[in-house]
């Protein structure tokens, strides 16, 4: 069957096919940015939102979690950004007419696009048990029928509380506290399926889950390696900042599978120069094979303890822990695995080596092409290993940068949410709160679909996100969030996961970033942490979207003063009138956040504090930075197949989908692609242009099988294929995740390709 879309589409998913670019930004992107701004805002509200973007006095860019300059320029101008921001401050709205007109069971035959572009939601609205359509009800019922749900349980660990990661810190702060004064450490959330693998390599090596930079220290690096990312989608300030690096003197090694424009060449609008030529961003390029990242940087390793006077001796006797250990399995470490594993060839390997060695300070960045892989936990304490080596951890300009994704992401677990909280964390909320919180270890995203499957957990609460889409095998996934009792969403928009639903489920309309929020004692402003671990204001300006939506805390407020009545110990009616007292209470229960509501008052807010950063102190388990030896692990693949990455395009947010182009990769007008080497296009017989079904192979022996995709002949490595995301999740089979971090392997799943029937 060829590519149909879905009934209702505005757009069919036909895609036109060009040469790839080799620049980011520029002009193209300022007339990109304002064309679909203009579409969903108007000209007067798109030139006063987009001016409020990160700047001191305006809200916190809904897009990505890179900081900001300390410098900006009036617009720090970023299209993606902008986008982000056009579909929340929309003027399209879907209200209980909408939903009146739309049953549940057609909303479950559109397109996640089609549903995005429906516009913000206006009113509470209730699918009963047995209904067809979404009806209004009063945010009081709405309260009563979760209670209901969450009393019925027999045990709290029956509900999953699901966060995604836009969520402010005052509102996480509160949600996590009625999770867990409910009785459950089940707070599932995106980071589960993002950066978990970042997280359980750093705590465990440096004692901190969090990137050792700020933004100060690229600019003073000798060396950055960009690895499994793609910035000028996804962080598109990151190539500004990269440019300045550069410009002082910085070199910049990239390594990914895909050649990606933003990190060939940026053209900064800002600058009349940028726009006309722009900077050459990657110096050198390691055009790597999925998966082949731990084998690199082992090699490296191996290849900076043969070079005379390459380790930092007195960093490694001083500060480290298990270095004998690590050094003899890097010397194992052969150029023959390496090359098979990476793909690359040694003269590459060779330069890289150089680079290294003439760097004094060195940055590693990455994000999801290095933590969505079976072995992405061993991977990342590799280039600890490899920073370790050199002293680079604990020092200006150099350290480890896990580039986060959703702009809260990093500060919703800073506030708690995670199903396995520390202890000292639980101690600290049952001192300031008088109850005792349940100890025992959660579910995350994987184990939650489980025991939705399984009938172990049957309510699902959501804040914010879309748990369908963004989850792994979609059919499993969809199939198991269909069993649940109820289902509610806390949401600003349409998407699929309101179409599959439990037996009752609830529709919460909340306020954005952009909003104004106003409660009992004044105008609010809510707080956000970025990638680099600094803590902001951010204040919405417009007017909501409707007089019916609740600000997320005041929804946990009210909700949980309908579930715990009386017995709570939390004074949640002080909390939502006025989140200046919600701050004084993560102050006594967070260390790093003294003196909270006077310091985020200030003008670009605080650094949280950061041992290995600020002191060169690794609180780990041997007090120590502890260098690892796992065995080097890479995907295998069999005769005929290819390594699927799943991945982003240009025009989306996640499971939010802003258009049909990926400007940058050369596509327009559809989604459904799959990017394949010639040689391998050859190889396999399928021709570029046609069509063919992924089929995912897994040892479970199920045949995941994803229709349609317009093979696209294009310079990835070899043997590696790359389709978008989360069309393809379909074909990530739930077991398929990364040790110790569980996060589904979403960046390299075995496949097929098969000739698609045509109709
Ligand atoms: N505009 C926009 N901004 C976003 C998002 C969005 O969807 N749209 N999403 C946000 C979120 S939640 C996140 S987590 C981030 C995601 O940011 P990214 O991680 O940049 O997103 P992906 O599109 O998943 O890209 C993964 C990159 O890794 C490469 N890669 C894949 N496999 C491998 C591998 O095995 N080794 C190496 N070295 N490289 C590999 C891919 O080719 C690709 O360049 O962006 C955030 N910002
Ligand atoms: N195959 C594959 N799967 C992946 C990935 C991949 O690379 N490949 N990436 C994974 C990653 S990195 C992530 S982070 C997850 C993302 O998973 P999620 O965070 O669950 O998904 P999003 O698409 O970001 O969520 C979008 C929805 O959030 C709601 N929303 C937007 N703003 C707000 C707000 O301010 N408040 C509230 N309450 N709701 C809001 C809107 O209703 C919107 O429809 O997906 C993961 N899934
Ligand atoms: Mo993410």
């Not at 359509?133 to 209901?148: G, K, L, Q, S």
């Not at 969505?372 to 200006?396: D, M, S, W, Y």
């Not at 009138?577 to 003008?603: H, L, M, Q, T």
């Not at 240009?650 to 559809?670: A, E, M, S």
Request: with cysteine; glycine share 8%; net charge negative.
């Amino acid at each position: 069957m060829a590519s149909k879309p879905p009934k209702g589409d505005p757009v069919q998913d036909a895609p036109q096919v060009a040469e790839p670019k080799h620049a980011a930004a520029g002009l193209p992107a300022i007339g990109h940015t304002l064309r679909v701004a203009q579409r969903q805002m108007g000209v007067k509200r798109t030139a006063l939102t987009l001016l409020r973007v990160n700047q001191k006095d305006g809200f916190d860019c809904p897009g990505c979690a890179w900081p900001e300059p300390e410098h900006r320029h009036t617009a720090e101008f970023c299209e993606n950004g902008a986008k982000a921001v056009a579909e929340e401050a929309t003027l399209r709205r879907v209200t209980p007419e909408f939903f009146a007109a739309h049953s549940v069971a057609d909303l479950a035959t559109r397109s996640g696009y089609w549903l995005g572009q429906q516009g913000r939601l206006t009113h509470p609205m209730y699918l009963p048990e047995g209904g067809e359509h979404y009806e209004p009800v009063t945010w009081e019922r709405a309260f009563d029928i979760v209670a209901e749900e969450l009393t019925a349980l027999d045990s709290p660990d029956e509900a999953l509380f699901y966060t995604s990661g836009r969520t402010s810190n005052e509102a996480a702060f509160l949600y996590q506290l009625f999770a867990r004064e409910f009785g459950t450490n089940n707070l599932p959330d995106c980071s589960n399926m993002c950066h978990e693998s970042s997280g359980s390599a750093l705590n465990e090596t440096i004692g901190v889950g969090k990137g050792s930079v700020l933004l100060e220290d690229l600019y003073k690096a000798d060396l950055i390696i960009v690895a499994g990312q793609n910035p000028g989608t996804n962080h598109p300030r990151m190539l500004s900042a990269l440019e300045k690096a550069k410009a002082g003197g910085a070199r910049v090694i990239t390594v990914n599978p895909l050649p990606e424009a933003g990190m060939e060449r940026f053209k900064n609008p800002q600058t009349p120069q940028g726009m006309l030529k722009g900077a050459a961003l990657t110096d050198l390029f390691l055009q790597i094979r999925i998966g082949g990242d731990q084998a690199l940087f082992r090699l490296l390793n191996k290849l900076i303890l043969d070079t005379e006077g390459a380790v930092d001796e007195e960093f490694v006797r001083e500060h480290t822990h298990g270095y004998e250990e690590f050094a003899a399995a890097a010397r194992d470490a052969d150029w023959d695995g390496t090359l098979a594993a990476t793909g690359l060839d040694r003269e590459v390997i060779e330069r890289a080596l150089k680079m290294v060695l003439d760097s004094e300070r060195t940055i590693v960045c990455w994000a999801m092409g290095l933590t969505q892989h079976k072995h992405a936990v061993p991977t990342i304490r590799e280039i600890v290993n490899f920073l370790l080596l050199r002293g680079n951890i604990g020092r200006p300009g150099a350290g480890v940068c896990p580039v986060r994704g959703h702009s809260n992401v990093q500060g919703d677990r800073t506030m708690g949410i995670f199903e396995r909280p520390a202890p000292a964390f639980l101690d600290a909320l049952e001192k300031e709160f008088g109850f005792a919180p349940p100890r025992e270890h959660g579910l995350d995203v994987v184990r939650a679909i489980r025991a939705m499957r399984d009938d172990k957990a049957k309510v699902f609460f959501a804040m914010g996100g879309n748990f369908v889409s963004a989850s792994p095998d979609t059919e499993v996934t969809e199939a198991a969030m269909r069993r649940a009792r109820l289902t509610v969403h806390v949401s600003t928009k349409l998407n699929r996961s309101h179409a599959v639903t439990g037996a009752r489920a609830l529709i919460l309309p909340t306020l954005g970033r952009t909003e104004r929020d106003l409660q009992a004692s004044g105008e609010q402003f809510v707080t956000v942490e970025d990638s680099m671990g600094m803590v902001h204001a951010s204040r919405g300006r417009l007017e909501p979207a409707s007089p019916h939506l609740l600000s997320e805390p005041a929804i946990v407020c009210r909700l949980a003063r309908r579930v715990l009545g009386e017995r709570s110990r939390v004074p949640w009616e002080e909390f939502e009138k006025d989140y200046a007292a919600i701050r004084d209470r993560i102050e006594r229960v967070v260390p790093g956040f003294e003196n909270f509501n006077v310091r985020v008052a200030e003008p670009g807010g605080f650094a949280l504090p950061h041992a290995p950063r600020d002191e060169r102190r690794f609180p780990t388990a041997t007090g120590k930075a502890n260098f690892t030896a796992a065995p080097v692990e890479y995907p295998e693949l069999p005769e005929g197949r290819l390594l699927l990455q799943t991945l982003r395009s240009h025009d989306q947010y996640n499971t939010t989908i802003y258009g049909l182009d990926d400007r940058y990769r050369g596509i327009r007008n559809g989604r459904r692609v799959v990017l394949v080497n010639p040689e391998d296009a050859r190889a396999l017989g399928v021709a570029d242009g046609s069509y063919v079904d992924l089929v995912s192979e897994w040892k479970d022996g199920v045949e995941r099988r994803a229709p349609g995709f317009r093979v696209v002949a294009y310079p990835t490595a070899r043997g590696c294929a790359a389709a978008y995301y989360p069309e393809t999740n379909v074909l990530v089979p739930l077991d398929a995740t990364a040790d110790t971090s569980n996060t589904p392997a979403s960046k390299s799943v075995v496949v097929r390709l098969e000739q698609s029937a045509t109709d």
